[in-house]
């Protein structure tokens, strides 16, 4: 027997039309088969290093020499004795080459390993036109013809490619100025700032903003760029349950009541932190509750967009829209330029003189290069179709046919039987597969079927929440999401499922970890 977590909103009032997410537990059966697949599989593991240990059989992975032992160990002996027992066995299904533009279709490099994916051989062949179900391409703007094709193609002839200084030097031209005035204006900020890279938006503001005698109240699902940042910062960090409300109000009440540690002195600042779309549980932010609890205690609030901006929202500007808030209420506005938008680095917004402290203090700002001109360009050209600034309506057609496309394929999967998590407006869709043994089977029957998939496992999900990780886009018709079932392929039956034999394979993709993709 199974159950089925439904999180619903516990103040409505705040809410203009209904929140529901699910999360079905573990059936109990599927949780002891998957502790005893890990189970034999590391039994299996430990013999294996035994054999490599008297020379039996080679061990391919770099190992302590004798002479070091005494100093500080570079190898961890888990993440060793993982990588090469149970990652190993799996590795084909990450990293594949493309050799295409990412969009709703790609092309694989195509590639062999004759030694049991420790390396890996180019065929020279090249497998076509698969079903890119993996990529964060959720407008469609991953393409190598169109409007932004064009228009990064001008600029690069007018600004070249390479910009080879930091923006307080020499490296800051004036699209770059341009940009960020229109993000700002996207988002309904005073202003914005913008920066080469998604993860160092994160881990290289997070520290400018807070420090010692600092709280940072962070979400346990938060990204692995979100965490590092606040580990740099050298605030106290305290972790909440996964938009759990009650969980975040009692930590701001103790640290408002106890205050620091031993002193007891006030906190200098309560910052909390959050994403709006966890880009593995396809969940969404309560926004509504978190900003109503930031008001109440006086903390201050953080948001991630990196998946939602773009994706939600009925004018593609993030899960503010999506809620219809106040874009005042969130005190820092971060997202990235690499997901709906098909460029590449981050942002943040807020108040002008936030942005103009960060421009002072933030090692992104004042040590990275700048971003490339047919970057910035692609940016530009992207969120002007998005706020319909281009004349025509191809921005709202594709926010619509994104939405649709979630509704459609989220709904089906459900008709088939299979456990999937998440709120039902997310475009991020994690499908389950819980045992070890299913994770590299899924990805690799899908790919027999040109279909790219995502598959993940421990440690960057918990041990038995294996899944298969679908990114729906815009791009994608109705046909390739009605790909065939495949039922008649299938002998054994490859997922539990709610109610029924899950015996089919729908749509997937292809793509990385929680830690990746920023």
């Given at each position: 027997?199974?159950?089925?977590?439904?999180?619903?909103?516990?103040?409505?009032?705040?809410?203009?039309?209904?929140?529901?997410?699910?999360?079905?537990?573990?059936?109990?059966?599927?949780?002891?088969?998957?502790?005893?697949?890990?189970?034999?599989?590391?039994?299996?593991?430990?013999?294996?290093?035994?054999?490599?240990?008297?020379?039996?059989?080679?061990?391919?992975?770099?190992?302590?020499?004798?002479?070091?032992?005494?100093?500080?160990?570079?190898?961890?002996?888990?993440?060793?004795?993982?990588?090469?027992?149970?990652?190993?066995?799996?590795?084909?299904?990450?990293?594949?080459?493309?050799?295409?533009?990412?969009?709703?279709?790609?092309?694989?490099?195509?590639?062999?390993?004759?030694?049991?994916?420790?390396?890996?051989?180019?065929?020279?062949?090249?497998?076509?036109?698969?079903?890119?179900?993996?990529?964060?391409?959720?407008?469609?703007?991953?393409?190598?013809?169109?409007?932004?094709?064009?228009?990064?193609?001008?600029?690069?002839?007018?600004?070249?490619?390479?910009?080879?200084?930091?923006?307080?030097?020499?490296?800051?031209?004036?699209?770059?100025?341009?940009?960020?005035?229109?993000?700002?204006?996207?988002?309904?900020?005073?202003?914005?700032?913008?920066?080469?890279?998604?993860?160092?938006?994160?881990?290289?503001n997070i520290p400018a903003l807070t420090g010692k005698g600092c709280l940072i109240l962070s979400d346990e699902l938060n990204h692995a760029s979100l965490v590092l940042g606040a580990r740099l910062s050298g605030s106290t960090i305290r972790v909440f349950?996964?938009?759990?409300?009650?969980?975040?109000?009692?930590?701001?009440?103790?640290?408002?009541?106890?205050?620091?540690?031993?002193?007891?002195?006030?906190?200098?600042?309560?910052?909390?932190?959050?994403?709006?779309?966890?880009?593995?549980?396809?969940?969404?932010?309560?926004?509504?509750?978190?900003?109503?609890?930031?008001?109440?205690?006086?903390?201050?609030?953080?948001?991630?967009?990196?998946?939602?901006?773009?994706?939600?929202?009925?004018?593609?500007?993030?899960?503010?829209?999506?809620?219809?808030?106040?874009?005042?209420?969130?005190?820092?506005?971060?997202?990235?330029?690499?997901?709906?938008?098909?460029?590449?680095?981050?942002?943040?917004?807020?108040?002008?003189?936030?942005?103009?402290?960060?421009?002072?203090?933030?090692?992104?700002?004042?040590?990275?290069?700048?971003?490339?001109?047919?970057?910035?360009?692609?940016?530009?050209?992207?969120?002007?179709?998005?706020?319909?600034?281009?004349?025509?309506?191809?921005?709202?057609?594709?926010?619509?046919?994104?939405?649709?496309?979630?509704?459609?394929?989220?709904?089906?999967?459900?008709?088939?039987?299979?456990?999937?998590?998440?709120?039902?407006?997310?475009?991020?869709?994690?499908?389950?597969?819980?045992?070890?043994?299913?994770?590299?089977?899924?990805?690799?029957?899908?790919?027999?079927?040109?279909?790219?998939?995502?598959?993940?496992?421990?440690?960057?999900?918990?041990?038995?929440?294996?899944?298969?990780?679908?990114?729906?886009?815009?791009?994608?018709?109705?046909?390739?999401?009605?790909?065939?079932?495949?039922?008649?392929?299938?002998?054994?039956?490859?997922?539990?499922?709610?109610?029924?034999?899950?015996?089919?394979?729908?749509?997937?993709?292809?793509?990385?970890?929680?830690?990746?993709?920023?």
């Amino acid at each position: 027997m199974c159950f089925c977590n439904q999180h619903v909103t516990h103040n409505p009032s705040l809410y203009k039309k209904p929140f529901v997410e699910s999360f079905e537990e573990t059936p109990l059966l599927v949780a002891v088969l998957t502790y005893m697949g890990y189970g034999i599989l590391t039994i299996f593991g430990y013999l294996r290093d035994f054999l490599r240990h008297w020379g039996i059989e080679r061990c391919h992975v770099a190992r302590e020499r004798e002479e070091q032992k005494d100093f500080v160990p570079l190898y961890q002996d888990f993440e060793n004795f993982y990588t090469r027992n149970l990652y190993m066995r799996i590795r084909d299904n990450w990293n594949r080459p493309i050799c295409s533009v990412p969009g709703a279709k790609m092309d694989l490099v195509e590639r062999v390993s004759h030694d049991y994916n420790w390396t890996f051989k180019h065929t020279g062949k090249v497998v076509k036109d698969v079903i890119n179900m993996g990529s964060y391409n959720y407008l469609g703007f991953a393409e190598n013809t169109g409007a932004c094709a064009d228009a990064a193609v001008e600029a690069t002839h007018k600004y070249g490619v390479g910009v080879g200084s930091t923006r307080c030097e020499m490296g800051n031209l004036d699209i770059h100025e341009e940009m960020e005035q229109l993000v700002a204006r996207f988002l309904g900020v005073e202003s914005s700032m913008a920066f080469g890279m998604g993860f160092a938006t994160n881990s290289m503001n997070i520290p400018a903003l807070t420090g010692k005698g600092c709280l940072i109240l962070s979400d346990e699902l938060n990204h692995a760029s979100l965490v590092l940042g606040a580990r740099l910062s050298g605030s106290t960090i305290r972790v909440f349950k996964h938009n759990n409300m009650q969980s975040l109000e009692k930590l701001l009440r103790d640290a408002i009541v106890h205050g620091q540690p031993r002193t007891h002195r006030p906190w200098k600042k309560i910052l909390i932190v959050v994403e709006g779309i966890y880009s593995m549980e396809g969940s969404i932010v309560r926004l509504p509750e978190i900003i109503a609890l930031k008001k109440r205690y006086k903390a201050y609030l953080y948001l991630d967009e990196a998946h939602s901006i773009g994706a939600l929202g009925p004018n593609g500007r993030g899960v503010v829209d999506y809620f219809g808030l106040d874009p005042k209420d969130v005190d820092i506005m971060m997202g990235t330029f690499t997901k709906s938008f098909g460029a590449a680095g981050g942002y943040i917004g807020g108040k002008k003189e936030l942005i103009d402290y960060l421009r002072r203090h933030s090692h992104s700002a004042l040590y990275a290069t700048s971003m490339s001109s047919p970057v910035v360009q692609q940016i530009i050209t992207s969120m002007r179709i998005i706020m319909g600034e281009d004349g025509t309506t191809l921005g709202a057609d594709r926010l619509r046919q994104l939405s649709e496309n979630t509704t459609y394929f989220r709904r089906k999967l459900h008709e088939m039987g299979f456990i999937i998590y998440g709120n039902d407006d997310s475009p991020v869709v994690p499908l389950m597969l819980y045992m070890p043994a299913k994770i590299g089977a899924f990805g690799r029957e899908m790919l027999k079927r040109n279909i790219g998939t995502v598959v993940v496992g421990f440690p960057a999900t918990p041990i038995i929440e294996s899944r298969a990780r679908f990114c729906v886009s815009a791009a994608h018709t109705r046909e390739m999401l009605d790909t065939p079932a495949f039922v008649e392929h299938f002998e054994v039956p490859l997922f539990p499922s709610l109610e029924k034999p899950a015996l089919a394979i729908s749509q997937s993709m292809e793509s990385e970890k929680r830690s990746g993709g920023r």
